[in-house]
């Protein structure tokens, strides 16, 4: 039976987090920094402000000043409102309702600026054909244009002289007032009437032609709500593809209880509750399958093409489908603490860690909008005292205030990380900052870690060898008393073979681990030593070179000792299997001009086995833990820069220390905070594809900045020159910031390297 039921939802907030403002108003970069220096004015407070998403991350801020922060916000001239993962329906509102505000603008303006321009350069050009008080007609069709269309402009204008600042609506609103002003200033007071210049085309027209200049204004006015209503059309999909794993989650749930399925909310699923997941349903929560089989596809959470048939025991995560079963499953993680949760939250955060790029084109373009209006007013002022006729260095000057806008330079970053990030987190790849970004463009070697990460982790014994007078099942028996109770993978791999052939165990006491090299125990009486033929050798056994190697697999199984007092026992080769695609992973990672490193505690015979297995270029064995990240440091010291691979377990420093820390992470490794890029899918092609997407990422960011101070640096002498009317420079100014968005949305198209 299935019923419909409330239930009350658990808290699942989070402490210490990061505040997160949804802010609005916001119009260009140069505004994100106004809040963002706003923001960090408050006591101990940290923000970063994101043009692209609309959000300050605040770090800092407790919760009884969240309300200190919102009001500066507001103070600023900007809307704040406290961010809700659970509903995100607020911003998803202002957006279509900027959206829709700026489709009916641009429809008016345009709707009035064609018969405007039509009758202003056919009146203007033959003067026969006008009638009484035609100029006021065209005062007329322009008024809705520069008052109504435009306000938006306006609007930003105003509220930025109230605070003493100053943005890119600025510059806009500016040249849409002069031109109108002069106009109809011409119109009352004559001005202008023996010029030859006509702002609509390049060159000298016929005299008259200038009679009005109502056409640049609503011409403009067009050029840019066109512009800035793609641009945001643009950063909606954008931000829908950082969202994208939001959008996995479901919504309710089947909660079973006894006999009875009751659909109930799924945020108020709680750890143990089991559900009931429906052939094609998403599961809600991450949790271990107790009854049924199904094919789950993980292809919108990992990349994994293909589905996987699990049963009972089996792990599932949410925002995964069930294909073709029905499944019982025992909640094991709800709320924010599910892997799709952490891994939204990561994709969201990434956003707050400012690219370096980024933090110098913010301070460039806040000095950037007050010297282009200095340097408009010098040009024009220039051009006058050069013997110009007014209305033409006012052209000019208007020319350049609109020409030099540079919304292309603002969201040439963040677009590119913003859909570059949220492509990656469907690829199963979580890029945890841009600056992570920036480190993959100048990697040249990556090291990988062997156990775990080439490896499939789950070593099992191969090998037995005892000492003279020793059976097998007694140095298994010994070995397994010692062991017994560790989580260490060579532990349960000895313990497992003792199981399996029934030794038993013998009493043991007094344990003592010794990381990266063995664990010792009392045993009948005597120290019981247990690991590398190198801990050995420190307890005083001899140890041989064939104790070392071994006799079989030509010495590529890691060798544990056994040791009972000052008698060795004998040797237990353990090998795990090579993970599926590692070899060609390798291989894609040399194809994309990058060293390969080895970097691992088993002996230099084993771990030269494995290197010449999957083709990895050079071998840096015997590393304890605790020095893989000076083996880091030194490769580094010698001009490298590093990317470490590791399985974030005791690989935390290494991946710290690197340029670029890339975790191979499962279950609840994916909260890591040492490494930079954590991998999800279960594919060692991830780790060429992680790179292959940030390399990509950082391209885009790089021709978009090309293109956004390329286009700046370009048309401003051509304007100032006087080479360049006011119209054409509007419909330059908003083309080059759509193309800047619409570059970065080529990242939707990456694929993987298979």
Request: glycine content about 10%; proline content about 4%.
């Amino acid at each position: 039976m299935t019923t419909n039921a409330p239930r009350p939802a658990p808290e699942t907030t989070l402490p210490h987090e990061p505040v997160q403002l949804d802010v609005s108003g916001m119009t260009c970069a140069a505004c994100a920094g106004r809040v963002e220096r706003a923001l960090n004015k408050l006591d101990g407070v940290r923000a970063s402000v994101n043009y692209a998403t609309e959000r300050a991350i605040i770090t800092g801020l407790t919760a009884d000043r969240v309300g200190d922060a919102v009001q500066r916000v507001e103070k600023a001239g900007y809307g704040a409102r406290v961010h809700d993962d659970a509903d995100d329906t607020w911003s998803r509102r202002a957006t279509e309702v900027r959206i829709d505000s700026l489709r009916r603008r641009l429809l008016l303006s345009a709707i009035l600026t064609v018969p405007l321009m039509d009758i202003t350069i056919i009146l203007a050009l033959v003067p026969g054909w006008r009638f009484p008080g035609w100029e006021w007609v065209c005062v007329l069709l322009a008024l809705p244009i520069v008052g109504w269309a435009a306000w938006p402009f306006h609007r930003a204008t105003l509220r930025n002289l109230r605070h003493g600042s100053a943005s890119m609506d600025t510059l806009v609103s500016l040249g849409i007032t002069a031109s109108f002003g002069w106009a109809v200033l011409t119109l009352l007071f004559g001005l202008g009437q023996e010029g030859t210049g006509y702002w609509l085309g390049f060159g000298v027209t016929p005299e008259g032609a200038n009679s009005i200049y109502l056409d640049v204004a609503a011409g403009m006015t067009t050029f840019q709500l066109a512009g800035r209503y793609f641009e945001t059309r643009s950063r909606r999909k954008a931000g829908d593809v950082l969202g994208a794993l939001n959008q996995l989650a479901a919504t309710h749930v089947r909660l079973r209880t006894g006999d009875t399925e009751t659909i109930v909310p799924a945020a108020s699923l709680r750890v143990d509750d089991v559900f009931v997941v429906l052939p094609g349903e998403t599961i809600p929560a991450d949790g271990a399958i107790t009854a049924g089989t199904a094919a789950v596809d993980t292809s919108m959470l990992t990349g994994e093409p293909l589905p996987a048939d699990l049963g009972p025991g089996d792990a599932v995560v949410a925002g995964t489908i069930s294909t073709n079963g029905r499944l019982e499953v025992s909640a094991t993680s709800v709320g924010a603490h599910t892997q799709l949760a952490q891994m939204a939250a990561l994709a969201e955060q990434a956003q707050g860690r400012k690219a370096r790029v980024q933090t110098l084109v913010d301070r460039v373009t806040t000095y950037f909008v007050p010297a282009v209006i200095v340097l408009a007013i010098l040009v024009t002022v220039g051009w006058m005292l050069a013997g110009t006729p007014f209305e033409d260095a006012f052209g000019i000057g208007i020319a350049v205030l609109i020409i030099a806008c540079p919304c292309a330079l603002g969201l040439a970053t963040p677009t590119a990380l913003m859909v570059g990030i949220g492509r990656g987190a469907t690829l199963g790849i979580l890029v945890k900052g841009q600056d992570a970004l920036e480190a993959s463009g100048t990697i040249t070697t990556v090291v990988l870690d062997k156990t775990g990460t080439l490896t499939t982790g789950e070593m099992a014994a191969r090998t037995l060898i005892p000492a003279d007078g020793v059976g097998e099942d007694e140095l298994l028996r010994i070995a397994a008393s010692v062991e017994h109770g560790s989580e260490h993978i060579i532990a349960r791999a000895i313990t497992a073979a003792a199981d399996a052939r029934q030794t038993g165990r013998e009493p043991a006491t007094d344990f003592v681990t010794h990381p990266g090299r063995g664990i010792t125990a009392m045993v009948r009486g005597d120290i019981v030593a247990v690991g590398s033929p190198t801990f050995l050798r420190e307890h005083g056994i001899a140890v041989t070179n064939a104790d070392d190697q071994g006799q079989t697999d030509s010495g590529a199984e890691t060798a544990v000792l056994v040791a009972h007092g000052d008698r060795l026992l004998g040797r237990i080769g353990l090998s795990d299997a090579i993970k599926p695609g590692a070899r060609k992973a390798i291989a894609a990672l040399h194809r994309q001009g990058m060293k390969t490193v080895l970097l691992t505690g088993d002996t230099r015979i084993a771990a030269e086995h494995t290197a010449e297995r999957l083709g990895i270029d050079t071998v840096i064995s015997g590393v304890l833990p605790a020095d893989k990240a000076g083996t880091i440091r030194d490769l580094q010291a010698r001009g490298e820069r590093v990317a470490m691979v590791g399985d974030g377990i005791n690989d935390a420093v290494a991946l710290a220390a690197a340029d670029l820390g890339l975790a191979v992470a499962s279950g609840t490794d994916i909260a890591l905070k040492s490494a930079d890029i954590i991998l999800v899918r279960d594919d060692l092609a991830v780790i060429p594809d992680a790179i292959g997407l940030s390399r990509r990422t950082l391209r885009t960011i790089r021709t978009n900045l090309g293109w956004a101070f390329g286009y700046n640096i370009a048309a401003i002498p051509i304007a100032a020159a006087g080479l360049l009317n006011p119209l054409i420079a509007a419909a330059a100014m908003a083309l080059s910031s759509v193309l800047v968005v619409y570059n970065s949305l080529r990242l939707q198209n990456f694929r993987r390297a298979d």
